[in-house]
Structure formats: C-alpha cells, structure tokens
C-alpha cells in the first residue's frame, strides 16, 4: 500500500472515530442486544415449534436409510455427484476432504488473490462474484439433493443425470476458473475485469437456475416418506392402542381380562393371567413390560415381537403399548381425556359406513387375526376392498342385505359348519369373546345396507330426518 493511501485511510479513521462511536462499551452493549433477541427467537421456536424427532434407534434395522439435515443436503448431493464421474470414481476422501480444504485454502487467499485497494463492497467485485456463484451452487444442489442420479440399461447417464451434473459441478467449477483468472489480469484489464467477472456469475448463476428448473420438472424429486413419532403421552397411547389391537388382542383379548386363549392355533385352551390386573400393573415395571414384549415368553407361548428376535416391533413401538396398557390398567394412573380413541357408533336409523363407524371397529376386533399371515381362511380385513374381496368363502362372508353372511353368523356367536363333512369351518368371531351389542349392530346394519364405504354414501341412503312441526 502506498503511503498516500495509508496517510488518507489514518485521516478518514481519525474522522470516523471523533462523530463515530467506541467498541466499548457501545458496540458491545449493542452486539449484547442483539444476541439475547436471538436467543429469545431460539427458546420461542423450541418452545411452539420444535423440532420433530424420529423413532427410537433400533441397531436391528438394517433397511433405515439415514437422512442429513436439510443445510448438509448440498453437501451429500455433491459427494453424490462426484462420485459420478468415470474419470475418478468413487475415491470419498477426495471430495470429503481434499476438496473441502481447498475451498477454505482458497476462502484464505482470497484477499491475496484479490489485491483491490478499495474496501467498500461494490469494489470488491472477485469476492462477491465467487461468494454469489459458491451461494447459487449451494442453494441449487440442495434443490436436487431428493432427485436420482439414474442411468439407462447400458450404463450411460440419464439426460436428467447429466443436467444435474452440469448444474452442480461443471458450471460452477468453470465459473471459479473464469473468475480467478480474471482476478490475476486485473491490473491490465482494469473495471472491465469487474464487469467480465460480474457477467461471469450472473450467465454461470442463471444457467444453474435453469438447469436445475429443468431437472425438477423431467424428474420430480422422490418422496420420503415420514416416520411420525409420538412426543406427548396421549399421542403415545393413541399409538399404543393401534399397535396393542394389531399385536395382542387376539390372545389377552381387547381390554387385557382373557385367562384362556381361544383361537388362536398352537395355544387353544393356554391359561394366561390377565395383564389388566393389579398383580401385573402393580408389579411389573415399563421395562418389565417391554422385555416381555421384545422377548417373548417362549415357555408360554409368546413369542418374541422385537425386530431383533424375528418379530416385527421396534422399540418405540413397543414402548407405546406399554405406555398404553398402563395408563389404561394401572388405576394410580390418570389417563389424559381423549387419548383412548372410541369407536363411534350410529345414532337410530343411521346407516353406518365403513369410514366413520367399521374401519375402527374392526381394526380393534378383527385385524389382529384377519391379516396377512395368520390363520383366518385368507379373509383379510385390513382395507375396505379386502373384507369384500378376499376370503376362501368370499361369496359367502359378506352379502349385502343377506342376514346370514358368515360374518353376521360369526359375529352372534354361531358357529359355521361344513355342509358336506360337518366339520367346523368358521367359529364365532372373535373367538375369545364376543363384542359388545352395539357394535354387533353397527356391522350388521352396515351388510344390510350395502357396505358402504364413505361416509356421504351411508348418508344418502339414511332416511331423511323428520321435518320439525
């Protein structure tokens, strides 16, 4: 620096400073304000807005597939990238290491590199071009970070593949080799290296954009599906309940009172104590319950439920039958309102529909043995289309008006003979213990309107109500 810009920069300094204000205290006591209304931004947004959390870790689960943060999303989808390129393979440390000290190395000497001796912004024109085109590419590889690198059957990139390329790598990579350069021949080239480096970003920055915004319309990004977790103690009994109505119920029944099993093949006739009792809620703690749930009780019958032992529960989904069971038979709890859920049922002369009344009654009732691999004569219950479709007696489980359907049978507590042999070919339903009446009567009026599905059909065909006087 030439000592007439040193002598001209001391004097505007010494200007400043007289009119100006001094770091301490009052820069201080500002960046002092500022900091602690950040802070109450922070403890604001944890306290009504969160942060939703995901299932327990389960080191059994080898099909999770763990997602980054979306502000780390641009950083897998270069390594994606990179890892992409013949000509290098997928050699991680380069791109995980190698790559990343290079942009800081370059971060470092930028002020080398860019030997300005203006400092006002609009002056520093290599800086801000880098930093705009470092910006786009970010913003632009987290945009494609849920769309697929694919190619064809002969192993080729995709049309997609290679815009996504372009627009992630190549494009930003020739912008930062343009600009640099630039940067080197700004003594000869004077304002028109600013002006070319400006043109640089903005041609480099816009063809991102486009590309990108091509890519997304050819190939919308894939969905994910997302794991709800239940946080509060009423959505974890909620969630235990369901879980319980799949998993238990066909042997401890649907309030937990069944000492003898019935139905189920392999335990016909096994006596059980009753899990709702005082003997178990008061003795046996929530990890008691869940080991027991997890293991199994092998010497009993029961089998294992964890994934780790060949069943099909996760932890937290185990933790959310305990929580459920309870808060729902341990009487020195309080269950919070409304986190049981009920099955509604139709008011007089209301005709039921599989939406509103069926699909939670049967999800509590039938689901646990009418599902994929149980015993159940394949008569699978877990959708509306199931119940009507499937079934080795399927034109006879469930007629429409029809007062003797198999399921209307079943569900009174007649049993079904083989016509030809005698033999017993569907017992009552469920085998344990029969439903309560008014449920029995939800479904028996449904078959006799013809299983409507939604409830705007049950209500066209309900009677109209009566005009008042």
């Known amino acids: 620096m030439r000592e007439e810009h040193k002598k001209a920069i001391h004097e505007k300094y010494q200007r400043v400073l007289q009119k100006g204000e001094r770091f301490w205290p009052d820069s201080i006591y500002k960046d002092l304000i500022i900091s602690f209304a950040i802070f109450l931004v922070l403890v604001l947004l944890a306290t009504f807005v969160g942060v939703p959390g995901e299932p327990k870790a389960d080191p059994s689960d080898s099909s999770y597939v763990p997602k980054p943060e979306w502000y780390f999303l641009f950083l897998f989808k270069f390594l994606a990238m990179y890892g992409q390129l013949p000509a290098i393979g997928k050699v991680e440390w380069i791109a995980a290491i190698l790559i990343p000290v290079v942009v800081l190395v370059g971060l470092f000497l930028l002020p080398l590199l860019d030997r300005n001796l203006k400092r006002h912004y609009s002056r520093r024109t290599l800086a801000l071009t880098v930093m705009v085109v470092f910006v786009v590419s970010m913003i632009v590889l987290t945009l494609l970070a849920s769309t697929p690198l694919l190619a064809d059957d002969t192993g080729r990139m995709t049309l997609p593949t290679q815009m996504q390329m372009w627009a992630g790598l190549f494009v930003p990579a020739a912008a930062y080799v343009v600009l640099a350069g630039l940067g080197l021949l700004v003594k000869k080239l004077g304002e028109r290296a600013g002006q070319a480096q400006a043109w640089t970003a903005g041609v480099a920055s816009l063809a991102m954009i486009a590309l990108t915004a091509a890519v997304l319309v050819m190939v919308p990004p894939v969905e994910v599906e997302e794991v709800l977790v239940a946080g509060t103690i009423p959505e974890q009994i909620t969630a235990g309940q369901d879980l319980y109505f799949i998993h238990c119920v066909e042997c401890h029944g649907d309030d937990g009172t069944v000492t003898v099993i019935a139905g189920v093949e392999g335990l016909e006739g096994t006596v059980v104590s009753p899990i709702n009792s005082q003997d178990v809620m008061y003795t046996f703690t929530d990890d008691t319950l869940a080991n027991i749930i997890n293991y199994g009780q092998q010497d009993l019958g029961m089998q294992p439920f964890g994934v780790a032992y060949g069943g ?23 269950i919070p309102e409304g986190a049981v859920s009920t099955i509604p049922v139709p008011a007089e002369g209301e005709v039921p529909s599989y ?7 049967v999800q509590r009732y039938c689901v646990s043995c009418h599902r994929a691999g149980k015993e159940n004569n394949n008569f699978l219950m877990t959708s509306y289309q199931e119940i009507l479709t499937t079934g080795d007696n399927v034109d ?5 008006g029809d007062m003797e359907a198999y399921l209307i049978l079943v569900i009174n507590g007649q049993q079904i003979l083989d016509p030809a042999m005698g033999d017993l070919l569907v017992d009552q339903m469920p085998p344990t213990r029969l439903m309560p009446p008014e449920y029995i009567d939800s479904l028996t009026r449904w078959i006799m309107a013809g299983m409507p599905e939604m409830a705007v059909e049950a209500q066209a065909l309900s009677p109209a109500p009566a005009a008042a006087p």
């Open 312 to 334: 099909e529960l996760g932890p937290s989904e185990i933790g959310y039958i305990v929580t459920f069971m309870r808060y729902s038979w341990d009487d020195r709890m309080e």
């Open 396 to 400: 006879l489980n469930i007629v429409a």
């Open 355 to 361: 939406e509103i009344h069926i699909q939670p009654l």
